[in-house]
Each structure stands twice: as structure tokens, then as C-alpha cells.
């Protein structure tokens, strides 16, 4: 309770510090283009397509890519993991999403909201974008032991305030905070996990831009139920190559979460990038305007 009050306060006073500016604004006209899509690799982004437009995603990772060439550097092994999705935007700046994965069959229900946008005149100076995410796990109650599982155990949520700036032509970053929790969690486990994010797209060509994204889960003692931490989630990092249209995004990379949807990524990832535990992994996104 003690660390959900703090999320609150940090989020009250953003609100309050970007709406001084929002106050001031003599020209609203945001910034072209701060991102090229609503997803960088894993995260989301402020951009959000223009009203009644749908978002086709499908985003893929391999295996880890321990054993080499000779799996293909993880393309053949087992454990990969999809998630193809919907998004559709159905007022301007906020956009609500649907997607299933195959890991633990997750049916997500998402929903984004850029409450701000970065402008021209610097007025406003950073886009400041709310996300929230709903997860329900579907595999068959055998995965929960013998005594199966109630509803309201395959639930996790996922809420997250994201700033962001675009520095230059070639130069966009992003920092976020999370709070993610899981209705059911194991004995070594906690329900509750606060991350810090950081992104970052740098462009080389007018279509071409490397990207990447660092997620770390906390250890906060105020929201933790163990004693001493055994499994806690390690660090995610990803860095890869996005190429992007007006219509389409693709973005393949290498990272370490076997994860996709951000509550998996944050309170699960137990690959550790230092230590042999990258995959390679891609994104693609496809718009259509109605």
C-alpha cells in the first residue's frame, strides 16, 4: 500500500508539472513522427494512429540462442513464443487492444491513452502517455496443480506512465514506470512488482533506425512477501533494427524475456542477457485506415 501511494503521488505530480505547460501552449502542433509505431519491440510508445484506424501486430520469439549454429542460433529450438494482436483507435489519442500469446494462452485487453503531446514549440516538452493492460491465462486447470484454478486466478494486470521526448530528427527516448500484479503467483513469488523502463529509437535513414529497451523489476521490501529474494525477475534488454513505412513497421532484434505481453516481461523473466540468454525476436505492425 505504502509503494502504491508513492506511484500515485508520482503520477499526480506529472500530470500536474505537464499541464502548467498545457496551460501555457500558444501552437499545439505536436511533433512529427516521435516514434514510427505504437511498439518498440516489446513497449509501447506514445504514437497512436489517427482516429478509426486498425492495427494488425504480430510480434515472435525464437528460442534462446544458447546451442549456436547448431539450432540455427535458437530459429529452431523449442520455446518460442507469438502474440498476434488488434488495436484500434477509437477517439483521437486513445486507442484500446486486444491480443492473445501462446505462452500461458494469455488473452490480453489493453488500452492507451496520450494524454499530452510533445509540441512543435517546446511548449509542451514531453508526450506523456498513460497504458494499462489486462491478462487472463488460459491454459487447462492441470497447469494449476490438482485443486485447478479459480477465475480470478488467472488474472494479472499491468498499469504504466510513459514520458517521452523527441530530442532531434534522428534522436527519440522514453522513460516509464510500472506497477504489475498477479492474482496467483508461485511460493517464491510476489503478487506485486514495480519496473522502471527505458527506450530509445536513433534514425540513420529516412526508414531505417536502431532501437532498443531496458526493463528493470524492483526490489522494494515495502511490497514484498519473502524474505530474501531467490527467483526475482531479472533485468530485460533488447536491441535491434526497426524499418518503417507509413503503413508498416518491422523490427527484429535480439533480447532477453521469453515474455511479450509487459506483466510477463516484468515479474517472469529469469534469462539473464549477460549470461548466454538471448533470442531473437521481431515485430511487425500493419495499419488500415477507415
Do not use: E, K, R
Given at each position: 500500500m505504502i509503494m502504491k501511494k508513492y506511484i500515485l503521488i508520482i503520477i499526480c505530480f506529472v500530470l500536474a508539472f505537464t499541464s502548467v505547460f498545457a496551460q501555457e501552449e500558444k501552437d499545439k502542433t505536436p511533433v512529427s513522427e516521435p516514434f514510427a509505431s505504437g511498439y518498440l519491440i516489446d513497449h509501447q510508445t506514445s504514437y497512436i494512429p489517427d482516429v478509426k484506424t486498425l492495427e494488425f501486430v504480430i510480434q515472435h520469439k525464437f528460442g534462446n540462442m544458447t546451442n549456436g549454429v547448431s539450432d540455427?542460433?535458437?530459429i529452431y529450438s523449442p520455446g518460442a513464443n507469438v502474440r498476434m494482436g488488434l488495436n484500434y483507435v477509437i477517439r483521437k489519442n486513445f486507442q484500446v487492444g486486444i491480443g492473445q500469446t501462446k505462452k500461458n494462452m494469455y488473452t490480453d485487453f489493453n488500452a492507451k491513452w496520450t494524454i499530452f503531446e510533445q509540441t512543435k514549440s517546446?511548449?509542451?516538452?514531453?508526450a506523456v502517455t498513460l497504458f494499462g493492460s489486462m491478462a487472463i491465462d488460459g491454459r487447462d486447470d492441470a497447469a494449476f496443480g490438482t485443486s485447478g484454478a479459480e477465475i480470478n486466478d488467472r488474472?494479472?494486470?499491468?498499469?504504466?506512465i510513459i514520458v517521452g521526448r523527441k530530442f532531434t530528427d534522428w534522436l527519440s527516448l522514453q522513460a516509464a514506470a510500472s506497477f504489475t500484479h498477479?492474482?496467483?503467483?508461485g511460493p517464491q513469488s510476489d503478487h506485486d512488482k514495480v519496473g522502471i523502463h527505458f527506450d530509445g529509437r536513433v534514425k540513420f535513414s529516412p526508414q531505417s533506425s536502431l532501437i532498443f529497451n531496458y526493463d528493470i523489476p524492483l526490489k522494494i521490501k515495502e511490497i514484498s512477501e519473502q524474505i530474501e529474494w531467490i527467483d526475482h525477475p531479472k533485468p530485460n534488454l533488447s536491441?535491434?533494427?526497426e524499418i518503417a513505412t507509413y503503413t508498416h513497421a518491422f523490427q527484429i532484434?535480439?533480447?532477453?524475456?521469453d515474455g511479450i505481453i509487459p506483466q510477463d516481461v516484468i515479474m517472469n523473466n529469469q534469462n539473464d542477457w549477460t549470461d548466454k540468454g538471448l533470442a531473437i525476436g521481431?515485430?511487425?505492425t500493419r495499419l488500415w485506415m477507415f
Open positions: 540455427l542460433w535458437g517546446n511548449s509542451m516538452p514531453v488474472f494479472s494486470y499491468f498499469s504504466q498477479y492474482n496467483l503467483v536491441v535491434g533494427i532484434y535480439v533480447g532477453t524475456a521481431f515485430t511487425i
